[in-house]
């Protein structure tokens, strides 16, 4: 099956650059996406890396490395509002289906 | 364009009784999943559906959880009987294609007391 992990918490002060990474195991590999979701809400779809490389939109970047697998979200010039948790997910083994990861919880600090 | 609309937005039942959640994903989209997410983890798949059939079910405790999707747009997903570890918040979402971006609903938040 599939496995992820992130880390549990993350703080950073606003203006900052914050990255949280992902690991992930699986038996066959379809891409790695990124989700927001804010206390109460919906997750968001942020990104999605199938190829080794970062991918850049606006003040997030996301990283992928097939040959280690691990994957990062990159969070530039940090905003009160990115405060949430953020998930990294990848297909299932038959690449149908999203497996999350535990998730990670950013506090922006003032 | 609309969202994936979910409804109720919150409920408290006892253990034991029945609840229904609905589903309206967002217009063509073919894919439809229901996904359980508990307090502080990540959401967990319960069933997907592709336009009204089912391509997995494999983490549907079927002995007491349902799910149709009718005429391959709404779905619902039934609890019958709740249990107190069945309090968790049933996200609904959906997409043009499988394995594609998701677009989730705002989420049933169920208390089962």
């Known amino acids: 099956g599939q496995s992820l992990e992130q880390p549990s918490e993350v703080t950073a002060v606003e203006g900052a650059i914050v990255q949280i990474n992902c690991t992930y195991q699986?038996?066959?590999?379809?891409?790695l996406s990124w989700y927001q979701q804010h206390d109460g809400g919906a997750p968001t779809f942020l990104s999605y890396n199938a190829l080794d490389g970062l991918e850049e939109t606006g003040r997030f970047s996301s990283f992928l490395s097939r040959s280690d697998s691990y994957g990062y979200l990159l969070l530039q010039e940090l905003q009160m509002k990115d405060s949430a948790s953020y998930f990294c997910a990848v297909p299932d083994n038959y690449g149908q289906n999203f497996v999350f990861g535990p998730g990670t919880r950013l506090s922006v600090l003032p | 364009e609309a969202g994936v609309a979910q409804s109720p937005r919150y409920k408290i039942i006892e253990k034991r009784q029945s609840v229904a959640f609905w589903c309206n994903p967002i217009?063509?989209?073919?894919?439809l999943y229901w996904y359980q997410q508990i307090l502080g983890q990540g959401p967990k798949l319960l069933i997907q559906?592709?336009?009204?059939?089912?391509?997995?079910d494999s983490q549907l405790p079927k002995d007491r959880f349902s799910a149709e999707r009718l005429k391959g747009v709404d779905s619902t997903l039934k609890i019958q009987p709740a249990k107190l570890e069945d309090s968790a918040v049933y996200l609904c979402?959906?997409?043009?294609?499988?394995?594609?971006?998701?677009?989730f609903g705002q989420g049933t938040r169920l208390t089962v007391v």
């Open positions: 217009s063509g989209h073919a894919t």
């Open positions: 979402a959906s997409s043009f294609r499988r394995n594609t971006e998701a677009f």
């Open positions: 699986t038996s066959g590999f379809y891409g």
């Open positions: 559906f592709q336009n009204n059939g089912v391509v997995d």
